[in-house]
Protein backbone atom coordinates (compact mmCIF):
# COMPACT_ATOMS: atom_id res chain seq x y z
CA UNK A 1 0.00 0.00 0.00
CA UNK A 2 2.67 2.51 1.12
CA UNK A 3 4.70 1.24 -2.16
CA UNK A 4 1.63 2.47 -4.35
CA UNK A 5 0.97 5.85 -2.44
CA UNK A 6 5.28 6.64 -2.88
CA UNK A 7 4.64 5.60 -6.98
CA UNK A 8 1.67 7.38 -6.79
CA UNK A 9 3.49 10.43 -5.41
CA UNK A 10 6.17 10.23 -7.43
CA UNK A 11 4.38 10.03 -11.03
CA UNK A 12 2.21 13.19 -9.55
CA UNK A 13 5.38 14.22 -8.70
CA UNK A 14 6.40 14.13 -12.49
CA UNK A 15 3.54 15.25 -14.13
CA UNK A 16 2.67 18.49 -12.16
CA UNK A 17 5.91 19.73 -12.43
CA UNK A 18 6.10 19.34 -16.01
CA UNK A 19 2.92 20.41 -16.62
CA UNK A 20 2.89 23.64 -14.14
CA UNK A 21 5.84 24.73 -16.24
CA UNK A 22 4.46 24.02 -19.16
CA UNK A 23 1.46 26.19 -17.60
CA UNK A 24 3.98 29.18 -16.77
CA UNK A 25 4.92 29.07 -20.73
CA UNK A 26 1.59 28.80 -22.44
CA UNK A 27 0.61 31.84 -20.08
CA UNK A 28 3.27 33.96 -21.15
CA UNK A 29 2.73 32.76 -24.61
CA UNK A 30 -0.41 33.44 -24.69
CA UNK A 31 -0.20 37.31 -22.90
CA UNK A 32 2.55 38.13 -26.12
CA UNK A 33 0.42 36.73 -28.67
CA UNK A 34 -2.71 38.32 -27.03
CA UNK A 35 -1.37 41.59 -25.84
CA UNK A 36 1.66 42.22 -27.76
CA UNK A 37 2.37 40.55 -30.54
CA UNK A 38 -0.30 38.81 -32.35
CA UNK A 39 1.24 35.96 -34.33
CA UNK A 40 2.63 37.78 -36.76
CA UNK A 41 4.66 41.38 -36.52
CA UNK A 42 5.16 43.17 -39.99
CA UNK A 43 7.93 45.71 -39.40
CA UNK A 44 9.33 47.81 -42.63
CA UNK A 45 12.18 47.32 -44.74
CA UNK A 46 15.76 47.99 -43.68
CA UNK A 47 16.16 51.88 -43.56
CA UNK A 48 12.70 52.42 -44.23
CA UNK A 49 10.45 54.35 -41.47
CA UNK A 50 7.22 52.71 -42.50
CA UNK A 51 5.15 50.10 -44.37
CA UNK A 52 4.53 51.72 -47.88
CA UNK A 53 2.98 49.05 -49.52
CA UNK A 54 -0.76 49.96 -49.28
CA UNK A 55 -2.07 47.19 -51.50
CA UNK A 56 -0.13 44.52 -49.37
CA UNK A 57 -1.58 45.47 -46.58
CA UNK A 58 -5.25 45.98 -46.94
CA UNK A 59 -4.55 42.24 -48.85
CA UNK A 60 -3.85 40.46 -45.45
CA UNK A 61 -7.14 39.87 -44.49
CA UNK A 62 -8.49 38.65 -47.41
CA UNK A 63 -5.31 35.68 -46.57
CA UNK A 64 -7.71 32.34 -45.78
CA UNK A 65 -7.41 31.35 -41.72
CA UNK A 66 -6.13 35.19 -41.02
CA UNK A 67 -8.61 36.39 -38.05
CA UNK A 68 -7.42 40.03 -38.96
CA UNK A 69 -4.49 42.46 -38.93
CA UNK A 70 -3.98 46.10 -37.30
CA UNK A 71 -1.68 48.21 -38.27
CA UNK A 72 0.06 50.34 -35.64
CA UNK A 73 2.11 54.04 -35.84
CA UNK A 74 4.74 53.63 -33.19
CA UNK A 75 6.53 56.67 -31.83
CA UNK A 76 8.75 57.35 -28.69
CA UNK A 77 7.10 60.07 -26.55
CA UNK A 78 7.67 62.22 -23.52
CA UNK A 79 4.92 62.29 -21.30
CA UNK A 80 4.34 64.42 -18.50
CA UNK A 81 1.70 65.36 -15.61
CA UNK A 82 1.08 68.14 -13.83
CA UNK A 83 -1.25 67.07 -10.95
CA UNK A 84 -1.83 70.35 -9.35
CA UNK A 85 -1.07 72.81 -12.66
CA UNK A 86 0.90 74.43 -10.57
CA UNK A 87 4.26 73.55 -13.02
CA UNK A 88 6.07 72.10 -9.71
CA UNK A 89 5.96 68.16 -9.20
CA UNK A 90 5.43 67.47 -12.59
CA UNK A 91 5.95 63.82 -12.82
CA UNK A 92 7.15 62.79 -16.56
CA UNK A 93 8.76 60.15 -18.44
CA UNK A 94 9.51 58.54 -22.15
CA UNK A 95 6.85 55.80 -23.21
CA UNK A 96 6.62 54.04 -26.48
CA UNK A 97 2.53 55.73 -27.65
CA UNK A 98 0.88 53.49 -30.72
CA UNK A 99 -1.99 54.29 -32.50
CA UNK A 100 -4.79 51.80 -33.63
CA UNK A 101 -7.33 51.38 -35.68
CA UNK A 102 -10.11 50.14 -33.18
CA UNK A 103 -12.07 48.12 -35.54
CA UNK A 104 -8.88 46.57 -36.56
CA UNK A 105 -7.19 45.96 -33.22
CA UNK A 106 -10.21 43.88 -31.54
CA UNK A 107 -9.59 41.45 -33.88
CA UNK A 108 -6.06 40.86 -32.97
CA UNK A 109 -5.37 41.95 -29.55
CA UNK A 110 -7.25 41.77 -26.32
CA UNK A 111 -6.42 45.23 -24.74
CA UNK A 112 -10.16 46.38 -25.00
CA UNK A 113 -10.92 43.44 -22.71
CA UNK A 114 -8.19 44.73 -20.56
CA UNK A 115 -9.16 48.30 -19.28
CA UNK A 116 -9.08 48.58 -15.45
CA UNK A 117 -10.39 51.92 -14.99
CA UNK A 118 -12.08 54.38 -17.64
CA UNK A 119 -13.03 53.03 -20.84
CA UNK A 120 -11.40 52.29 -24.40
CA UNK A 121 -11.22 54.63 -27.26
CA UNK A 122 -13.53 55.02 -30.02
CA UNK A 123 -12.48 55.28 -33.17
CA UNK A 124 -13.61 59.13 -33.30
CA UNK A 125 -11.82 59.88 -30.63
CA UNK A 126 -9.10 62.37 -31.12
CA UNK A 127 -7.60 63.67 -27.85
CA UNK A 128 -8.18 61.27 -25.94
CA UNK A 129 -5.46 58.31 -24.94
CA UNK A 130 -5.30 55.19 -22.85
CA UNK A 131 -2.24 53.85 -20.32
CA UNK A 132 -1.05 51.26 -19.29
CA UNK A 133 -1.21 50.96 -15.60
CA UNK A 134 2.73 51.08 -15.62
CA UNK A 135 2.43 54.64 -17.09
CA UNK A 136 -0.51 55.80 -15.32
CA UNK A 137 0.53 54.30 -11.71
CA UNK A 138 -1.44 53.80 -8.86
CA UNK A 139 -2.38 50.63 -10.06
CA UNK A 140 -0.25 48.15 -7.99
CA UNK A 141 2.18 47.96 -11.08
CA UNK A 142 6.10 46.60 -10.36
CA UNK A 143 7.81 50.12 -11.77
CA UNK A 144 5.58 52.86 -9.67
CA UNK A 145 8.41 54.93 -9.04
CA UNK A 146 8.84 55.23 -13.02
CA UNK A 147 5.18 55.99 -13.28
CA UNK A 148 3.31 59.55 -13.48
CA UNK A 149 2.25 58.79 -10.24
CA UNK A 150 -1.06 58.39 -9.88
CA UNK A 151 -3.63 59.34 -12.97
CA UNK A 152 -7.26 59.10 -12.60
CA UNK A 153 -9.84 59.28 -15.64
CA UNK A 154 -9.93 62.56 -17.02
CA UNK A 155 -6.75 63.77 -15.74
CA UNK A 156 -5.23 65.86 -18.60
CA UNK A 157 -1.46 64.58 -19.54
CA UNK A 158 1.06 66.47 -22.19
CA UNK A 159 2.83 64.11 -25.30
CA UNK A 160 5.20 65.44 -26.47
CA UNK A 161 6.04 63.31 -29.68
CA UNK A 162 9.74 62.04 -31.05
CA UNK A 163 9.13 65.34 -34.08
CA UNK A 164 8.38 67.82 -30.91
CA UNK A 165 4.98 68.35 -32.17
CA UNK A 166 3.10 68.50 -28.02
CA UNK A 167 -0.79 67.65 -27.98
CA UNK A 168 -2.59 67.12 -24.52
CA UNK A 169 -4.52 64.65 -24.33
CA UNK A 170 -7.43 63.24 -22.06
CA UNK A 171 -6.79 59.90 -20.29
CA UNK A 172 -9.97 57.89 -21.26
CA UNK A 173 -8.58 54.74 -19.67
CA UNK A 174 -6.15 52.69 -18.34
CA UNK A 175 -5.42 48.96 -19.29
CA UNK A 176 -3.84 46.48 -17.04
CA UNK A 177 -2.36 43.11 -18.83
CA UNK A 178 0.03 40.35 -17.74
CA UNK A 179 2.93 41.61 -19.52
CA UNK A 180 4.69 44.80 -17.90
CA UNK A 181 6.11 45.69 -21.43
CA UNK A 182 2.35 46.35 -22.68
CA UNK A 183 1.58 48.22 -19.81
CA UNK A 184 4.07 50.70 -20.42
CA UNK A 185 2.61 51.49 -23.82
CA UNK A 186 -0.03 54.40 -24.08
CA UNK A 187 -2.40 54.08 -27.24
CA UNK A 188 -3.93 57.09 -29.20
CA UNK A 189 -6.26 56.79 -32.26
CA UNK A 190 -4.95 55.86 -35.98
CA UNK A 191 -6.63 59.79 -37.34
CA UNK A 192 -4.77 61.30 -34.06
CA UNK A 193 -1.31 59.77 -34.86
CA UNK A 194 -1.56 60.85 -38.50
CA UNK A 195 -1.91 64.28 -37.84
CA UNK A 196 0.67 63.85 -35.53
CA UNK A 197 3.14 62.28 -37.66
CA UNK A 198 1.54 63.59 -40.81
CA UNK A 199 1.23 60.40 -43.07
CA UNK A 200 -1.70 58.31 -44.12
CA UNK A 201 -2.23 55.10 -44.18
CA UNK A 202 0.94 53.61 -43.91
CA UNK A 203 2.38 51.70 -40.73
CA UNK A 204 5.16 51.49 -38.52
CA UNK A 205 4.40 47.36 -38.01
CA UNK A 206 1.38 45.53 -38.67
CA UNK A 207 0.43 42.78 -36.34
CA UNK A 208 -1.33 39.40 -37.96
CA UNK A 209 -3.73 37.33 -36.20
CA UNK A 210 -4.35 33.70 -37.67
CA UNK A 211 -6.39 31.01 -36.66
CA UNK A 212 -4.23 28.43 -36.13
CA UNK A 213 -1.06 29.49 -33.99
CA UNK A 214 2.03 27.24 -34.70
CA UNK A 215 1.27 28.10 -38.57
CA UNK A 216 2.87 31.17 -38.42
CA UNK A 217 5.12 29.93 -41.28
CA UNK A 218 2.81 28.94 -43.87
CA UNK A 219 1.11 32.37 -43.11
CA UNK A 220 4.41 34.34 -43.50
CA UNK A 221 5.25 33.09 -46.99
CA UNK A 222 1.40 33.84 -48.51
CA UNK A 223 2.06 37.21 -46.83
CA UNK A 224 5.67 37.44 -48.52
CA UNK A 225 3.58 36.74 -51.40
CA UNK A 226 1.56 39.65 -51.41
CA UNK A 227 4.49 41.98 -52.41
CA UNK A 228 6.06 42.34 -48.94
CA UNK A 229 9.73 40.64 -50.01
CA UNK A 230 11.46 43.79 -48.64
CA UNK A 231 9.55 43.83 -44.94
CA UNK A 232 10.73 42.35 -41.84
CA UNK A 233 8.53 39.82 -41.16
CA UNK A 234 8.60 37.16 -37.58
CA UNK A 235 6.50 35.11 -35.49
CA UNK A 236 5.82 35.82 -31.93
CA UNK A 237 8.23 33.64 -30.53
CA UNK A 238 11.02 35.31 -32.53
CA UNK A 239 10.14 38.16 -31.04
CA UNK A 240 10.17 37.35 -27.02
CA UNK A 241 13.35 37.63 -26.38
CA UNK A 242 13.61 37.40 -22.30
CA UNK A 243 10.34 35.46 -22.08
CA UNK A 244 11.43 32.90 -24.73
CA UNK A 245 15.04 31.70 -22.30
CA UNK A 246 12.20 31.85 -19.92
CA UNK A 247 10.70 29.10 -21.26
CA UNK A 248 13.98 27.57 -22.05
CA UNK A 249 14.60 27.88 -18.48
CA UNK A 250 11.79 26.51 -17.38
CA UNK A 251 11.46 23.48 -19.93
CA UNK A 252 15.25 22.58 -18.84
CA UNK A 253 14.33 22.90 -14.42
CA UNK A 254 11.60 20.73 -15.41
CA UNK A 255 13.08 18.27 -17.38
CA UNK A 256 15.73 17.98 -14.26
CA UNK A 257 13.42 17.57 -11.59
CA UNK A 258 11.15 14.90 -13.53
CA UNK A 259 14.80 13.20 -13.96
CA UNK A 260 15.55 13.40 -10.13
CA UNK A 261 12.10 12.66 -9.61
CA UNK A 262 12.21 9.24 -11.85
CA UNK A 263 15.18 8.63 -10.38
CA UNK A 264 13.53 8.19 -6.81
CA UNK A 265 10.82 6.11 -7.89
CA UNK A 266 13.30 4.13 -9.12
CA UNK A 267 15.64 3.81 -6.19
CA UNK A 268 12.24 3.36 -4.03
CA UNK A 269 11.37 0.37 -6.00
CA UNK A 270 14.59 -1.09 -6.30
CA UNK A 271 14.63 -0.79 -1.99
CA UNK A 272 11.44 -2.72 -2.28
CA UNK A 273 12.01 -5.38 -4.55
CA UNK A 274 15.74 -5.89 -2.75
CA UNK A 275 13.53 -6.38 0.44
CA UNK A 276 11.43 -8.68 -1.37
CA UNK A 277 14.54 -10.52 -2.80
CA UNK A 278 16.11 -10.87 0.65
CA UNK A 279 13.08 -12.12 2.51
CA UNK A 280 12.39 -14.61 -0.16
CA UNK A 281 15.94 -16.16 -0.76
CA UNK A 282 15.06 -19.43 0.62
CA UNK A 283 12.26 -19.93 -1.62
CA UNK A 284 14.05 -18.83 -4.80
CA UNK A 285 16.90 -21.15 -3.65
CA UNK A 286 13.86 -23.72 -3.40
CA UNK A 287 12.66 -22.86 -6.62
CA UNK A 288 15.83 -23.02 -8.60
CA UNK A 289 16.27 -26.83 -6.83
CA UNK A 290 13.22 -27.60 -7.96
CA UNK A 291 14.36 -26.65 -11.30
CA UNK A 292 12.84 -23.24 -12.10
CA UNK A 293 14.95 -21.40 -14.33
CA UNK A 294 16.29 -18.18 -13.70
CA UNK A 295 14.82 -15.76 -16.35
CA UNK A 296 11.39 -16.93 -14.63
CA UNK A 297 12.34 -15.76 -11.32
CA UNK A 298 14.07 -12.55 -12.49
CA UNK A 299 10.93 -12.19 -14.29
CA UNK A 300 8.23 -12.39 -11.67
CA UNK A 301 10.46 -10.06 -9.57
CA UNK A 302 10.00 -7.47 -12.26
CA UNK A 303 6.74 -8.16 -13.28
CA UNK A 304 5.55 -7.18 -9.21
CA UNK A 305 7.82 -3.59 -9.66
CA UNK A 306 5.72 -3.04 -13.20
CA UNK A 307 2.87 -3.88 -11.09
CA UNK A 308 3.61 -1.11 -8.51
CA UNK A 309 4.63 0.71 -11.72
CA UNK A 310 1.50 0.21 -13.31
CA UNK A 311 -0.92 1.16 -10.22
CA UNK A 312 0.89 4.12 -9.84
CA UNK A 313 0.84 5.25 -13.14
CA UNK A 314 -3.05 4.58 -13.24
CA UNK A 315 -4.03 6.53 -9.93
CA UNK A 316 -1.11 9.06 -10.41
CA UNK A 317 -2.68 9.97 -14.19
CA UNK A 318 -6.32 9.54 -12.24
CA UNK A 319 -5.34 12.09 -9.70
CA UNK A 320 -3.56 14.72 -12.18
CA UNK A 321 -6.65 14.72 -14.77
CA UNK A 322 -9.59 14.31 -12.19
CA UNK A 323 -8.91 16.47 -9.33
CA UNK A 324 -5.56 18.78 -10.16
CA UNK A 325 -6.58 19.61 -13.53
CA UNK A 326 -9.87 20.40 -13.36
CA UNK A 327 -8.90 22.31 -9.81
CA UNK A 328 -5.95 24.43 -11.88
CA UNK A 329 -9.14 25.08 -14.56
CA UNK A 330 -11.24 26.74 -12.36
CA UNK A 331 -8.65 28.10 -9.90
CA UNK A 332 -5.92 29.31 -11.74
CA UNK A 333 -3.08 30.54 -10.07
CA UNK A 334 -2.15 34.64 -10.26
CA UNK A 335 1.05 34.60 -11.55
CA UNK A 336 2.79 37.55 -12.60
CA UNK A 337 3.20 36.54 -16.40
CA UNK A 338 -0.63 35.59 -16.43
CA UNK A 339 -2.94 33.11 -15.40
CA UNK A 340 -1.54 29.70 -15.03
CA UNK A 341 -3.46 26.50 -14.88
CA UNK A 342 -1.72 22.83 -15.09
CA UNK A 343 -0.85 22.28 -18.85
CA UNK A 344 -0.89 18.62 -19.32
CA UNK A 345 0.06 17.35 -22.80
CA UNK A 346 -0.31 13.91 -24.15
CA UNK A 347 3.26 14.12 -24.52
CA UNK A 348 3.99 14.75 -20.40
CA UNK A 349 1.56 12.11 -19.73
CA UNK A 350 3.18 9.75 -22.45
CA UNK A 351 7.06 11.12 -20.96
CA UNK A 352 6.17 10.09 -17.45
CA UNK A 353 4.50 7.08 -17.98
CA UNK A 354 6.97 5.66 -19.76
CA UNK A 355 9.90 7.33 -17.16
CA UNK A 356 7.94 5.44 -14.20
CA UNK A 357 7.48 2.20 -16.30
CA UNK A 358 11.66 2.03 -17.25
CA UNK A 359 12.38 3.35 -13.74
CA UNK A 360 10.11 0.53 -11.94
CA UNK A 361 11.92 -2.02 -14.54
CA UNK A 362 15.43 -1.03 -14.23
CA UNK A 363 14.68 -0.63 -10.17
CA UNK A 364 13.25 -4.06 -10.27
CA UNK A 365 15.34 -6.22 -12.75
CA UNK A 366 18.43 -5.53 -10.31
CA UNK A 367 17.83 -6.92 -7.21
CA UNK A 368 16.26 -9.27 -8.71
CA UNK A 369 18.95 -10.14 -11.04
CA UNK A 370 20.77 -10.55 -7.82
CA UNK A 371 19.34 -12.66 -6.30
CA UNK A 372 18.07 -15.33 -8.81
CA UNK A 373 22.06 -15.75 -9.61
CA UNK A 374 22.61 -16.05 -5.61
CA UNK A 375 24.08 -19.66 -5.87
CA UNK A 376 20.81 -22.19 -4.66
CA UNK A 377 22.97 -23.93 -1.46
CA UNK A 378 23.35 -20.66 0.35
CA UNK A 379 19.48 -19.25 -0.89
CA UNK A 380 18.28 -22.35 0.84
CA UNK A 381 20.37 -22.14 4.43
CA UNK A 382 19.93 -18.65 4.31
CA UNK B 1 24.99 -47.64 -14.80
CA UNK B 2 22.44 -44.69 -14.39
CA UNK B 3 25.32 -42.07 -13.05
CA UNK B 4 29.13 -42.70 -13.07
CA UNK B 5 31.56 -40.01 -10.76
CA UNK B 6 35.17 -39.67 -12.39
CA UNK B 7 37.98 -37.76 -10.54
CA UNK B 8 35.63 -35.52 -8.76
CA UNK B 9 37.08 -32.74 -6.57
CA UNK B 10 35.46 -29.81 -4.35
CA UNK B 11 37.29 -27.30 -2.92
CA UNK B 12 36.41 -24.37 -1.41
CA UNK B 13 38.73 -21.27 -1.94
CA UNK B 14 39.65 -19.17 0.88
CA UNK B 15 42.94 -18.24 2.95
CA UNK B 16 43.24 -22.00 3.72
CA UNK B 17 41.50 -23.67 1.11
CA UNK B 18 39.52 -26.52 2.50
CA UNK B 19 39.49 -29.66 0.33
CA UNK B 20 36.15 -31.24 0.98
CA UNK B 21 35.76 -33.64 -1.42
CA UNK B 22 39.53 -35.57 -3.08
CA UNK B 23 39.36 -37.50 -6.39
CA UNK B 24 35.96 -39.24 -5.82
CA UNK B 25 35.01 -42.29 -8.00
CA UNK B 26 32.07 -44.62 -8.03
CA UNK B 27 29.17 -45.32 -10.29
CA UNK B 28 25.54 -46.18 -9.19
CA UNK B 29 23.21 -48.50 -11.17
CA UNK B 30 19.62 -48.54 -12.07
CA UNK B 31 17.35 -48.85 -9.41
CA UNK B 32 19.89 -48.91 -6.57
CA UNK B 33 18.80 -47.35 -2.95
CA UNK B 34 22.44 -46.15 -1.72
CA UNK B 35 23.67 -44.10 1.31
CA UNK B 36 26.44 -41.68 1.41
CA UNK B 37 27.61 -42.38 5.13
CA UNK B 38 30.27 -40.80 7.19
CA UNK B 39 31.23 -38.36 10.11
CA UNK B 40 30.15 -34.94 10.11
CA UNK B 41 32.09 -33.21 7.81
CA UNK B 42 33.39 -36.25 5.59
CA UNK B 43 32.26 -34.47 2.63
CA UNK B 44 28.87 -36.88 2.27
CA UNK B 45 26.58 -33.55 1.60
CA UNK B 46 28.99 -32.04 -0.52
CA UNK B 47 28.79 -34.92 -2.90
CA UNK B 48 25.46 -35.34 -2.93
CA UNK B 49 24.98 -31.16 -3.81
CA UNK B 50 27.82 -31.96 -7.17
CA UNK B 51 25.68 -34.73 -7.94
CA UNK B 52 22.42 -33.17 -7.66
CA UNK B 53 23.95 -30.06 -9.78
CA UNK B 54 22.67 -27.78 -6.88
CA UNK B 55 26.53 -27.11 -6.80
CA UNK B 56 29.57 -26.90 -9.19
CA UNK B 57 32.78 -29.28 -8.70
CA UNK B 58 36.15 -28.01 -8.71
CA UNK B 59 37.36 -30.62 -11.04
CA UNK B 60 35.96 -34.01 -12.21
CA UNK B 61 32.85 -35.66 -14.47
CA UNK B 62 29.89 -36.71 -13.55
CA UNK B 63 28.18 -38.92 -16.14
CA UNK B 64 24.69 -39.70 -16.79
CA UNK B 65 23.16 -41.19 -20.29
CA UNK B 66 26.45 -40.53 -21.55
CA UNK B 67 26.70 -36.93 -20.82
CA UNK B 68 29.03 -35.00 -19.02
CA UNK B 69 26.68 -32.74 -16.66
CA UNK B 70 29.54 -30.57 -15.31
CA UNK B 71 29.59 -29.25 -18.24
CA UNK B 72 25.90 -28.10 -18.26
CA UNK B 73 25.33 -24.67 -18.49
CA UNK B 74 24.01 -22.88 -15.42
CA UNK B 75 19.68 -22.93 -18.36
CA UNK B 76 20.54 -26.67 -19.11
CA UNK B 77 21.02 -27.53 -15.33
CA UNK B 78 17.89 -26.00 -14.21
CA UNK B 79 16.18 -28.02 -16.92
CA UNK B 80 18.01 -31.00 -16.02
CA UNK B 81 16.67 -30.66 -12.42
CA UNK B 82 13.24 -30.15 -13.55
CA UNK B 83 12.89 -32.83 -15.85
CA UNK B 84 15.64 -35.80 -14.67
CA UNK B 85 16.54 -35.45 -10.83
CA UNK B 86 14.20 -35.06 -7.22
CA UNK B 87 15.74 -33.41 -4.15
CA UNK B 88 14.53 -34.31 -0.30
CA UNK B 89 16.03 -31.39 1.86
CA UNK B 90 16.72 -32.17 5.87
CA UNK B 91 14.53 -29.22 5.78
CA UNK B 92 12.02 -30.30 4.06
CA UNK B 93 12.01 -26.89 1.64
CA UNK B 94 8.49 -26.54 1.22
CA UNK B 95 7.07 -23.11 0.13
CA UNK B 96 5.21 -21.97 3.04
CA UNK B 97 2.45 -19.83 1.17
CA UNK B 98 1.93 -23.31 -1.23
CA UNK B 99 -0.83 -26.00 0.54
CA UNK B 100 1.03 -29.44 -0.18
CA UNK B 101 -1.46 -29.76 -3.39
CA UNK B 102 0.79 -26.26 -4.48
CA UNK B 103 3.78 -27.65 -3.82
CA UNK B 104 3.48 -31.00 -5.50
CA UNK B 105 1.99 -29.72 -9.02
CA UNK B 106 4.75 -26.78 -9.18
CA UNK B 107 7.32 -28.53 -11.11
CA UNK B 108 4.46 -30.11 -12.91
CA UNK B 109 3.56 -26.27 -13.58
CA UNK B 110 6.71 -25.30 -15.11
CA UNK B 111 7.30 -28.56 -17.39
CA UNK B 112 4.22 -26.93 -19.19
CA UNK B 113 1.78 -29.84 -18.21
CA UNK B 114 -1.81 -29.02 -18.66
CA UNK B 115 -3.90 -27.96 -15.30
CA UNK B 116 -6.09 -30.66 -15.19
CA UNK B 117 -3.27 -33.08 -15.64
CA UNK B 118 -1.29 -31.92 -13.03
CA UNK B 119 -3.67 -31.68 -10.33
CA UNK B 120 -4.25 -35.35 -10.84
CA UNK B 121 -0.87 -36.58 -10.71
CA UNK B 122 -0.13 -34.69 -7.52
CA UNK B 123 -3.58 -35.64 -5.93
CA UNK B 124 -2.30 -38.96 -6.74
CA UNK B 125 1.31 -39.15 -5.41
CA UNK B 126 0.23 -37.32 -2.48
CA UNK B 127 -2.13 -40.31 -1.79
CA UNK B 128 0.52 -42.58 -2.63
CA UNK B 129 2.96 -41.22 0.21
CA UNK B 130 -0.21 -41.19 2.51
CA UNK B 131 -1.35 -37.73 2.51
CA UNK B 132 -4.27 -37.99 0.87
CA UNK B 133 -6.56 -35.98 3.22
CA UNK B 134 -3.91 -33.14 3.65
CA UNK B 135 -4.00 -32.39 -0.18
CA UNK B 136 -4.91 -28.43 0.94
CA UNK B 137 -2.96 -28.02 4.03
CA UNK B 138 -0.13 -25.66 4.59
CA UNK B 139 3.44 -26.60 5.44
CA UNK B 140 2.25 -24.77 9.08
CA UNK B 141 -0.43 -27.06 9.84
CA UNK B 142 1.35 -30.76 9.35
CA UNK B 143 3.67 -32.32 11.55
CA UNK B 144 7.42 -32.30 10.19
CA UNK B 145 6.80 -36.15 9.04
CA UNK B 146 4.13 -34.71 6.33
CA UNK B 147 6.00 -31.80 5.59
CA UNK B 148 8.78 -34.34 4.76
CA UNK B 149 6.66 -36.18 2.94
CA UNK B 150 5.35 -33.98 0.78
CA UNK B 151 8.57 -33.28 -0.14
CA UNK B 152 9.03 -36.73 -1.06
CA UNK B 153 6.17 -36.58 -3.12
CA UNK B 154 7.19 -33.18 -4.77
CA UNK B 155 10.72 -34.74 -5.78
CA UNK B 156 9.08 -37.68 -6.92
CA UNK B 157 6.02 -35.99 -9.14
CA UNK B 158 7.91 -35.91 -12.57
CA UNK B 159 9.38 -39.23 -12.62
CA UNK B 160 13.20 -38.47 -11.44
CA UNK B 161 15.64 -40.58 -12.76
CA UNK B 162 17.85 -40.21 -9.57
CA UNK B 163 16.03 -39.01 -6.16
CA UNK B 164 18.52 -37.30 -3.96
CA UNK B 165 17.67 -37.10 0.12
CA UNK B 166 19.78 -35.36 1.80
CA UNK B 167 19.67 -36.26 5.90
CA UNK B 168 15.56 -36.63 4.94
CA UNK B 169 14.72 -37.66 8.86
CA UNK B 170 17.49 -35.73 10.51
CA UNK B 171 14.53 -33.69 11.67
CA UNK B 172 12.00 -35.93 12.50
CA UNK B 173 11.30 -38.43 15.58
CA UNK B 174 11.60 -41.75 15.49
CA UNK B 175 8.64 -42.89 13.79
CA UNK B 176 8.31 -40.45 11.52
CA UNK B 177 11.41 -41.06 10.39
CA UNK B 178 11.08 -44.74 10.03
CA UNK B 179 7.95 -43.84 8.22
CA UNK B 180 9.94 -41.83 5.53
CA UNK B 181 12.53 -44.56 5.18
CA UNK B 182 10.09 -47.29 4.84
CA UNK B 183 8.85 -45.23 2.30
CA UNK B 184 11.72 -45.01 0.22
CA UNK B 185 12.33 -48.69 0.59
CA UNK B 186 8.85 -49.33 -0.66
CA UNK B 187 9.18 -46.71 -3.79
CA UNK B 188 12.62 -48.40 -4.74
CA UNK B 189 11.26 -51.84 -4.79
CA UNK B 190 7.51 -51.02 -6.35
CA UNK B 191 8.81 -48.43 -8.90
CA UNK B 192 12.36 -49.08 -9.02
CA UNK B 193 13.25 -45.32 -8.14
CA UNK B 194 16.98 -45.01 -7.44
CA UNK B 195 17.98 -42.82 -4.62
CA UNK B 196 20.66 -42.08 -3.03
CA UNK B 197 20.27 -40.55 0.48
CA UNK B 198 22.93 -38.79 2.78
CA UNK B 199 22.46 -40.36 6.20
CA UNK B 200 24.44 -40.52 9.56
CA UNK B 201 21.97 -43.11 11.14
CA UNK B 202 24.05 -46.20 11.42
CA UNK B 203 20.24 -47.87 11.42
CA UNK B 204 19.57 -47.08 8.38
CA UNK B 205 21.90 -49.30 6.36
CA UNK B 206 18.97 -51.53 6.84
CA UNK B 207 17.39 -49.91 4.13
CA UNK B 208 19.66 -49.68 1.46
CA UNK B 209 21.23 -51.67 -1.21
CA UNK B 210 24.80 -50.63 -0.43
CA UNK B 211 26.29 -48.13 1.61
CA UNK B 212 29.56 -45.71 0.25
CA UNK B 213 31.72 -44.36 2.95
CA UNK B 214 33.19 -41.27 3.41
CA UNK B 215 36.18 -39.99 5.22
CA UNK B 216 37.53 -36.32 4.49
CA UNK B 217 36.70 -36.49 1.35
CA UNK B 218 37.29 -39.68 0.08
CA UNK B 219 35.66 -42.89 -0.30
CA UNK B 220 36.55 -45.41 2.26
CA UNK B 221 37.08 -49.05 0.70
Redesign the interface.
Known amino acids: MMTILIMTLAYVNIVFISSIFGGIVEAMNNESINNQYSNIVIEPAIDERYINNKEAMQLIDTLPGVVGSSKHYNDKAFISYDEYKDRKDIKSGNWVIKSVDIDDEIKVTQIHESIIKGSYLDSTDRDEIILGKEIAGGQGGGLEHLSLGGILIGDKIDVRFSNNIKRTYTVKGIFSVKNTQVDQMAFVTKKEMESVLNVHNLASEVLVKIENTGDEDDYIKDIKMLGLHDEDIKKWDELMGFTSSASKSFTMISVILGVIGTIVAGVTIFIIIFVSVVNKRKQIGILKAIGMMENTIILSFVIQALFYGVIGVILGASVILFILRPLFITNPLDFPVGWVSLKVTFNIIRISNISLLLASLIGGFFPAFRGAKESILKSIWS | MIIKVKNLKKTYEGKVPTHALKNINFSVNKGEFVALMGRSGSGKSTLL ?1 QLGL ?2 MPTTGEIIMDGIDLVKFS ?2 EK ?6 K ?1 G ?1 V ?1 Q ?1 Y ?3 PELTALESVY ?2 LM ?1 LGINKKEYIKKASDILAKVGLGDRLHHLPKEMSGGEQQRVAIA ?1 ALVNNPTILFADEPTANLDTESSEIILKLFKKLNKEIGQTIIMVTHEPDDKKYVDRVIWLKDGVIED
Do not use: C, I, Q, T
Open positions: HLDEKSDFRLRLYFSALLLPLR
